[in-house]
T-cell receptor, first 110, second 115 residues
Framework: QKEVEQNSGPLSVPEGAIASLNCTYSDRGSQSFFWYRQYSGKSPELIMFIYSNGDKEDGRFTAQLNKASQYVSLLIRDSQPSDSATYLCAVKTSGSRLTFGEGTQLTVNP | GAVVSQHPSWVICKSGTSVKIECRSLDFQATTMFWYRQFPKQSLMLMATSNEGSKATYEQGVEKDKFLINHASLTLSTLTVTSAHPEDSSFYIC???????????FGPGTRLTVL
């Protein structure tokens, strides 16, 4: 079992729709969770982090964490073509390192 | 805030030469820096973790004598790829974090091509 699992996609949504990206992790002791966006040929960019169970909202983005289910998700409301990218889920496991999922490729169609 | 720069952004070198990549935190003190490698259409692979003033901790399978990492100050870490070969061609990305925060901020990456 991978430490951090994501559906590779591609996930395709129409412009204006809600995009839902999911991630599960195996280490029940994990405390910090991050979502990064990576455009093709570019480095990852931090868009959200969440530490507590529940929802955390930032603009069009909402991160959801359920530690009992070892599940973290990212919702993107009013999706725009510029949101088309690969979304990486990262979990802080041991020490200071992050463990990344393989990423979910999102395409928002105009 | 939380800006990380890398230099150079791309480099082409001949097989057998060494290449140095710099990673700088511009507006915070990077107590820990990380070096990743990413091949096309693959996820990030952590190569090593370095704390300022300490030796880097390398991930399993990463040759420390080939990938030399120096983290001599709170704003600068360098990765030197020694005796580079075509299979070392990749996208090298650094990230940095400031104690006690958990967030890592990435540099823009360096694309290395070894001929």
């Amino acid at each position: 079992q991978k430490e951090v699992e994501q559906n590779s996609g591609p996930l395709s949504v129409p412009e204006g729709a809600i995009a839902s990206l999911n991630c599960t992790y195996s280490d029940r002791g994990s405390q910090s969770f991050f979502w990064y966006r990576q455009y093709s040929g570019k480095s990852p960019e931090l868009i959200m982090f969440i530490y507590s169970n529940g929802d955390k909202e930032d603009g069009r983005f909402t991160a959801q964490l359920n530690k009992a289910s070892q599940y973290v998700s990212l919702l993107i409301r009013d999706s725009q073509p510029s949101d088309s990218a690969t979304y990486l889920c990262a979990v802080k496991t041991s020490g200071s390192r992050l463990t990344f999922g393989e990423g979910t490729q999102l395409t928002v169609n105009p | 805030g939380a800006v990380v720069s890398q230099h150079p952004s791309w480099v082409i070198c001949k097989s057998g030469t060494s290449v140095k990549i710099e990673c700088r935190s511009l507006d915070f003190q990077a107590t820990t820096m990380f070096w990743y490698r990413q091949f096309p259409k693959q996820s990030l692979m952590l190569m090593a973790t370095s704390n300022e003033g300490s030796k880097a901790t390398y991930e399993q399978g990463v040759e420390k004598d080939k990938f030399l990492i120096n983290h001599a100050s709170l704003t600068l870490s360098t990765l030197t790829v020694t005796s580079a070969h075509p299979e070392d061609s990749s996208f090298y990305i650094c990230s940095a974090r400031e104690t006690p925060y958990n967030e890592q901020f990435f540099g823009p990456g360096t694309r290395l091509t070894v001929l």
